[in-house]
């Protein structure tokens, strides 16, 4: 019977040791994936950075360009007013044709 209890002591204290030992192996491989999961952070943080100024960029872009748009749209406008304008002026002053006269015909 001691020899079976020795046996159970040993047992356990080899399980303990086991268990320490995976202890010791799973902290430094989460201390490798910290190390690893901080410059991919890093890395992260400055991506952002990078996209907040090309999208500032775009969005300013953008609104010159709507800018640009109202600017072309409303001269397109004047000139169609004025066309508009001109061809009736035109309209007014002009003589209606009238069919020559027999004789020339």
Known sequence: MENVGKKVSEVRTEARIARARMVEVAVGDLGAMH???????GQFFGLDERYEA???AVRAGREQLQGANETVKDIL???IREHDSITKDDAV???????????II
């Open 54 to 56: 090309v999208d500032q």
């Open 35 to 41: 190390e690893s999961l901080e410059g991919l952070l």
């Open 77 to 79: 406008l004047n000139i």
């Open 93 to 103: 002053f002009q003589m209606p044709i009238r069919q020559p006269p027999k004789c």
